[in-house]
């Protein structure tokens, strides 16, 4: 079985807009179509909220009910075929957050995706607690996605990579900094997915760790803020979820062994472009794994994520 747990749909009326030229991938119809063409048996679909860029907390609230109904309805409609995720945002406060328990509470939609930045807030912002702790309670996973670009964008413009590089770097300085300011400690339970191999955060951890390990030694590196963990942060990273998203072998493999089997999850990011999911299916083929660690990565880690039979 194969669950793609990295699928984006838009709303019907964003596709109809001008910047499409009619083609729209992102509808729900070409959504399900090249998975289903690609032999997935249940997808998993999501907003990047690319949309919240920029927009007032009214506007912002909107977009997201929107969203959910859309999405509760698309879930009831392909009933077997795909189960969604709510929009949320993190630093929205007590609305944002009774919508995102309303959506899953009342419309069994399976979680919530976040960003990992809105208009310059991080997730790891005290702000955003109240909702970590509702997720918490609710036991329902959290996956954190790229914005459009965050920090550096004035040097991101041109030969896209905003989309190839700035994405990435600002998924894990989130999952950085939420990882150093204790959100583990606070919610031990917490279900975090990371796209797109957490960013890179993998590569990385290494120099977290001695950030944590040496302040004392590594005094002319800083000045730092006291890090509010009790042990190393790669401890904490293997109690992260990583989708596969990634397109180059060894990063992935880099990724899944940080995490483990059991954290590593099946996701292409396709549509939008369409050749990419087959890559992604490819890519776990080159892993070499043996039957039971691709069961876990293709449908068995998302099943458990999910609470499916």
Aim: aromatic share 8%.
């Amino acid at each position: 079985m194969i669950i793609e747990f990295h699928n984006h749909v838009h709303l019907p009326e964003w596709a109809k807009r001008p910047y499409w030229q009619g083609k729209c991938p992102m509808v729900i119809e070409n959504v399900l179509k090249v998975n289903e063409e690609a032999g997935v048996d249940l997808i998993v679909i999501s907003n990047p909220l690319h949309e919240l860029k920029g927009k007032d907390r009214a506007y912002q609230l909107q977009i997201i009910k929107d969203l959910n109904r859309y999405f509760a309805e698309m879930q009831d409609k392909h009933a077997g075929k795909l189960v969604a995720l709510a929009g949320a945002v993190a630093d929205g406060g007590d609305e944002f957050t009774r919508e995102t328990e309303r959506a899953i509470k009342e419309d069994g939609l399976k979680g919530a995706m976040i960003t990992s930045s809105v208009n310059g807030a991080y997730p790891d912002d005290d702000v955003c607690m109240p909702f970590f702790q509702m997720m918490h309670d609710l036991d329902a996973p959290i996956m954190m996605h790229p914005p459009t670009v965050a920090y550096g964008e004035e040097r991101m413009q041109d030969y896209r990579l905003a989309s190839s590089v700035g994405r990435p770097f600002d998924n894990s300085l989130a999952l950085s900094r939420l990882i150093v300011r204790g959100i583990f400690e606070k919610f031990p339970k917490l279900k975090l997915i990371g796209t797109h191999l957490g960013g890179g955060i993998s590569e990385m951890i290494g120099r977290l760790d001695y950030a944590y390990e040496l302040q004392e030694e590594a005094y002319f590196l800083g000045p730092y803020e006291p890090m509010l963990i009790k042990k190393k942060p790669s401890e904490y990273l293997k109690m992260v979820y990583l989708d596969c998203v990634s397109y180059h072998l060894p990063a992935a493999r880099c990724a899944m062994e940080t995490v483990g089997i059991d954290h590593f999850i099946f996701g292409t990011d396709a549509p939008p472009l369409w050749p990419l999911k087959q890559r992604g299916i490819d890519l776990i083929d080159q892993l070499g794994l043996s039957a039971a660690d691709k069961e876990k990565i293709m449908s068995g880690n998302a099943k458990k994520l999910l609470k499916l039979n």
